[in-house]
């Protein structure tokens, strides 16, 4: 008989996101015409920018003709795209990052746990606590952790609690780690990081040959300008960090898949027998084998960010979504809530009011205002007692929502 994967019974009953849909499934089958607004998952709801649209559609006429049809594209990624990318994203922030170094996807999502590929069983992972559930639970799946305990965390990981106290900057680990899984703006808090704040963790990685995947879903939503965009800019980075970024949260490709990681020729890592290994040759590898590439339609559609056009319409849906974001850091905090984040990123980290839990304020929430939002014990231990509003909605559901809300609780 076939015998499974034993790591996926480690899992937690429910994977965050799945869990929140079969609760407001529960809930609207109940209560069929109740007007539920989502604030919770965060998917965009904005149309593509145009100019990706119309590119998009360009390059499937050019899929009707014989001399312009494309079949299997390189699994890298169309150099096209690639070169716009290092040029407009990275060169031009000063990043010392080559066309060749970037690798196309279909989500920094996919690419956050796939990664692990390339890593070997025996190293010592750090993430922060709340995290971003995807890094924890490849990591299960991968066979890198043991058994869960009772407040969710897992043996095998190292847990570096973010909150309030510490302004939501994870401090150093008290022990040496070889992965670091780091995300900023963040996910779920909505806090940044200064590039003293990366620097502090370039250094840290150099000293103990420790490699940091750097989560940049969010930059676009950065608008202090004194923040870094990309580890990179951080002197040193080149020499100890991955880098995933996506097309999904700027410019609305959560539809279409679309996203980018950066893998430096520079970076090296241990074989078993302690020579140094390329990472960018086993990325490339892996790849290789296990992808066949974003389709040609869609790299078009992304090429299409980069023009003047697209640039310009690319930062008026990350405006509206970051006013979405303002209206309601602005109207819960005057009804009396704890709120931080949602100034250069489009997550709200909201303490829960009456030392309500995070799951029971979730089906507060619910069956009171008829809205969805993320309880924060869903990101770790250290996310009970906080609940993650998104602010990818329309406006008009935005203001509805706040409106139910302050209207039912005063805090």
């Known amino acids: 008989m076939a015998t499974i994967n034993d790591n996926y019974l480690k899992l937690k009953a429910g994977y965050l996101f799945p ?24 998917d965009v709801t904005e149309p593509l920018p145009k100019a990706c649209r119309q590119a998009m559609v360009d390059a499937v006429e050019d899929m009707g003709n014989r001399e312009t049809f494309k079949g299997y594209g390189p699994e890298q990624g169309y150099l096209w795209l690639r070169e716009k990318i290092a040029q407009q994203d990275f060169q031009a922030r000063g990043c010392d990052i080559d066309a060749s170094e970037i690798f196309i996807s279909d989500g920094s999502k996919c690419d956050t746990g796939n990664i692990l590929d390339i890593f070997g069983k025996n190293n010592k992972i750090a993430v922060t606590d709340p995290v971003y559930p995807v890094y924890v639970d490849t990591n299960v799946m991968a066979g890198n952790t043991g058994e869960v305990n009772e407040k969710g965390e897992y043996e095998g990981l190292v847990y570096l609690p973010i909150s309030a106290e510490n302004d939501f900057s994870a401090q150093l680990p008290g022990e040496k780690v070889d992965l670091i899984y780091l995300c900023f703006p963040n996910n779920p808090t909505g806090a940044t990081a200064t590039k003293e704040d990366l620097q502090k963790w370039v250094n840290y990685a150099q000293e103990n040959n420790a490699i940091i995947l750097f989560d940049a879903a969010y930059e676009a939503f950065i608008t202090d300008e004194s923040l870094p965009h990309s580890i990179y800019e951080i002197e040193g980075a080149k020499n100890c960090a991955i880098e995933f970024r996506s097309f999904s949260k700027n410019a609305g490709f959560t539809g279409t898949r679309c996203a980018l990681t950066v893998v430096p020729k ?3 890592a241990k074989a078993a027998d302690g020579s140094d290994v390329d990472l960018w040759k086993l990325w490339n590898r892996r790849q290789s084998t296990k992808f066949n590439g974003v389709s040609y339609v869609i ?32 109207q819960l ?5 704890t709120v931080y984040g949602g100034k250069n990123a489009p997550y709200i980290w909201v303490q829960t009011p009456h030392n309500l839990s995070s799951w029971d304020f979730f089906d507060k929430l619910l069956h009171t205002c008829n809205v969805v939002g993320t309880p924060g014990s869903g990101f770790g231990a250290a996310g009970e007692g906080y609940f993650r509003i998104s602010a990818f909605n329309s406006r008009a559901n935005v203001e509805e929502a706040m409106k139910r809300i302050t209207a039912k609780f005063q805090v």
């Open 19 to 42: 869990e929140i849909a079969r609760r407001v499934k529960a809930f609207v089958d109940a209560n069929p015409d109740a007007p539920i607004i989502k604030l919770g998952i965060g």
């Open 266 to 268: 520079t970076l090296m």
């Open 299 to 330: 790299q078009r559609g992304a090429e299409a960010v980069y023009s003047e056009a697209g640039q310009a319409q690319v930062q008026d849906l990350v405006s509206f979504y970051l006013e979405n974001a303002k209206i309601i850091r602005e």
């Open 333 to 337: 905090t005057a009804a009396g809530f």
